[in-house]
């Protein structure tokens, strides 16, 4: 229980929202402001309090100076060093203890926020009573609130952290200093890096909001996001917000528009079938619940809802003078405010135009953009002669026979499906607008009527609605994560183009042999696999003339998709685990033959390119050795082989598969429905469907942690690898390449290029950052192998010396793998092999000799002081190239013939060979000393002559030293195909 005192709720470190206005940025940071300026101006926002930027001032101040000194030291560009002290950070002030007045503020305020029985002008005097009777703990948001948000020029979005569901006094706390401590997240540390903002510029407030247990939720614009129109757009759910934000429900949509009189008037409702939830369990956890069918059809708002909360959007946009985008929630039929903030939306071009009418039918968008046409009902394959260039061809579910005629067509809209179903994967190959899954289309569209189909937001209009626009195919943005297209069919391949990527991640035969109309059973059948194998080799040739390299998967015919075909076997009861994959080709060899023929002849005709062939449906290594022992018999040295990961079956067991393959790609299409249990044809469960939940990407981590320690190229092309979160999770666990629809590369090559750029998100510094955790930094933990320390340690040793640089030949911007000197000139790798022989310091010292071997009995008794030092430079080289690790400059006293040396250091290790060597020489007159392997460059000398030896003649290099500690004269070492620059001299 807190101690009992006398609040004041005037001090420092608790300010209510009542207290806080939009100026008190500098005392609640951003967010607190804006909270406290909604509250004082009588909108109906959560209860809470703000924990002051003082407070965070008081709870840092006796580490402040080690914060301070962590800070200065941050090598800002090297992300391992950013990472590495930004957690240092963090954990000090994590594991900082606060002080008990501040710590007894906070827990007060939180009760009284708990009690909900308080004046938010003052804090009732019966407050403390109500704590002495205290309730359940209250659900609070803790969110972040930085003094230095919502600037014109930085907005600092995103940089810090906020944690919802947050319930009971330890957790507050703790929750408390995790948000004081994201202050020190790398992203926010370089984003004010960058900005040019001090540390002490940068403070932070925390606020702490009741958290709203939402029967409904939603957003809404004070004008049309899309057109900004002077009307009030209102989206909302049953439950959480989540279910909005996911877009894992299609919510309910209401339009409000102000009459002449400036009363308010809904303008259109349209109610859809939610089917789920979101909701939240007493344990502060999100879960889906299924909706009962009357549930799921039932308006969320009622009228006075509706028009009540376009009354506040109203409002607010007249407060802040903005249009705004504000979320809401509804508890015990009282509506709160839960954030606003302004509409970013751009005001659209009118060429474009808007898309407002009678909404007749709804689905899944499923291909982007927007086909205006007439209503061609496709019943059976004999209807497809009826379809005209221009029309929108409606039928229950399209199969690869009508492909022909979907090229014809302005729009596609189906009954069944789901977002990877036949229709989907064409339509957005085609860049034909499609919505699918509608449940009615057939019954509901009449022959012959005009109708605009929306296949961006899966909505099909009465009539003519503006004019049809196709996705445009844009070049995309350059990224460091390969980028790979997805193409099926032969006749889009120079479309596909249009996006700038030259290689193919998937190229499925089904596209190319569905254009035949004949299964391959029946060229089996009737002995005509040389017509196969022309077949495929033709729309290989076709597709491959365009790009660089092209992955092939050999074919994946299904019973249910390619049943119309001539000669296809029937259907199966479950067509999704039946006899397609793998499976097929090892039980149709010669199908499977045929189809690596037509690969094999391609990849000769074309040996600049490169080929890989991959097998679909594999759960078991007996199929993937069976199959490459065919495949082997085919393989050019332009030709791959990779698996499809698809099933759970494969994740198991994909420490054995990757040792046996090239590559491996992740089939997210099936193997989200074969991790789910979820039929991805079937549009009845498609809000189960899921490529994004957390089992999918457990498996794909494990797949790809084994990729990295096998050193196999991993790559996806399912659909989802369109998708922002699935690509923002391929590219942290380190991906070498996704694959995308051509329409959507270009959006997908922005969002990707962002994270890179983004600090902590790249890949090499992802994979540096783990082993660093794991130890892997030092020598006897690098690895289980020789190769595998070695390959650490030069990848370390690079990582340390890479910087900038100009080339000296050429002028060209390279990396270097050190810090060049200034006045020191450094070429590129090309301008360096050009420049051999011609550089300053060849041309100053001349070709070393043979080092003579030396024998001591033949010395004679007399020997001149010349002879002498020649002698002990003899020694020196012998004793510098068995010793790389040499630094410079104390000196070491040799016994008998060889003197004292003072450019050379290790004094006894040095005096130790010496005599080693004086031994070996006595025993073997005949042994040479060896060189040390590590020593790739000549020992640079002043040559043998009578003047005394210069200490800068000899030097070695150690890898382990900075530039800055290695002798001048001293050529750099590095590998040959280290693609970085050479220089001549540090």
Known sequence: MVEKKELDFSEKYIKWFSELAKEDIKIAGGKGANLGEMIRNDFPVPPGFVITAKAFEF???????????????????????????????????????????????????????????????????????????????????????????????????????????????????????????????????????????????????????????????????????VTLEDQIVIE???????????????????????????????????????????????????????????????????????????????????????????????????????????????????????????????????SPGVGIGNVKLINDMQDLSKIKKGDVLVTEMTNPDMVVSMQKCNAIVTDEGGMTAHASIVSREMGIPAVVGTGKATSILKEGMTITVDGSNGKIYEGQIGETRFVEVKPVVETKTKLKLILDLPDFAERATESGIDSIGLLRLEGIIAGSGEHPLLYEKENRLDEYVGLLKKGIEKIAKHFKSVWVRSSDLRSDEYGSLKGASEEEINPMLGFHGIRFSLKHPKIFEAELEAIKQVAEQNPEKEFGVMFPQVISVEELKRAKEISDKFKTSNMKIGVMIETPAAVQIIDDICPEVDFISFGTNDLTQYTLAVDRGEDLVQELYDEIHPAVFSQIKKVLEACKKYKTTSSICGQAGSKKEMAEFLIKEGIDSISVNADAAYDISVFIKELENQVGFEQEEEIFDKRKQEGMIKKEELGETKEDKEAVEEKIVKRKKKTNAVCAECGKECWVPFRPKPGKEVYCKKCYKNRKGKNKINEQ???????????????????????????????????????????????????????????????????????????????????????????????????????????????????DEEPDNTPQKMKYRFDEDDEDVYSDVF
């Open 59 to 225: 709870f840092i101040k006796n580490i402040k100076e080690k914060i301070k000194n962590i800070v200065i030291g941050i090598d800002f560009e090297d992300t391992a060093d950013l990472r590495e002290k930004a957690g240092k950070v963090r954990k000090l002030i994590e594991s900082q203890e606060m002080s008990e007045e501040l710590e007894n503020e906070i827990l007060e305020a939180y009760h009284i926020l708990g009690a909900g029985q308080f004046n938010e002008e003052k804090v009732s005097e019966d407050a403390l009573n109500i704590l002495k009777n205290s309730q359940e703990p209250v659900f609070v948001a803790v969110r972040s609130s930085a003094t230095t948000e919502d600037l014109a020029d930085a907005s600092f979005a995103g940089q810090q952290e906020s944690f919802l569901n947050i319930k009971g006094d330890s957790k507050l706390i703790q929750h408390v200093k995790k948000c004081f401590s994201s202050l020190y997240t790398p992203r926010a540390l370089y984003y004010r890096h960058k900005k040019g903002f001090s540390e002490e510029q940068a403070l932070l407030a925390v606020a702490i909001q009741k958290m709203i247990d939402s029967e409904k939720s939603g957003v809404m614009f004070s004008k049309d996001p």
């Open 236 to 366: 909302a759910v049953f439950g959480l917000g989540e279910g909005i934000v996911s877009g894992k429900i299609h919510p309910d949509h209401y339009v409000v528009k102000a009459t002449d009189s400036e009363d308010l008037k809904i303008k259109n409702i349209r109610v859809t079938d939610k089917k789920i939830a979101v909701v939240r369990t007493s344990g502060g956890e999100n879960k889906i619940v299924k909706l009962s069918a009357e549930k799921s059809k039932e308006q969320v708002l009622s009228n006075g809802q509706v028009l009540e909360i376009a009354d506040y959007a109203i409002k607010l946009e007249g407060h802040y003078q903005k249009p705004q985008d504000i979320e809401f929630g509804v508890e015990a039929g009282k509506i709160y405010i839960l954030q606003s903030r302004p509409v970013t939306t751009k005001k659209p071009e009118k060429k474009q135009g808007t898309l407002s009418g009678n909404i007749i039918l709804e689905g899944l968008g499923a």
């Open 845 to 959: 010292k001349p070709e070393l000799p043979e080092i003579p071997k030396i024998e001591k009995e033949t010395k004679p008794v007399e020997i001149t002081e010349i002879e002498k030092k020649q002698e002990k430079i003899q020694d020196l080289k012998e004793q510098s190239t068995e010793f790389p690790e040499v630094v410079k400059k104390p000196e070491v006293e040799f016994e008998e013939h060889i003197g004292p040396v003072s450019p050379i250091d290790n004094k006894d290790r040095i005096k130790d060979k010496a005599e080693e060597i004086k031994q070996d020489v006595e025993e073997d007159k005949q042994e040479k000393v060896e060189q040390n392997e590590r020593v790739e460059e000549s020992i640079e000398t002043e040559g043998i002559s009578s003047e005394p030896v210069n200490p800068e003649s000899i030097g070695i290099y150690n890898p």
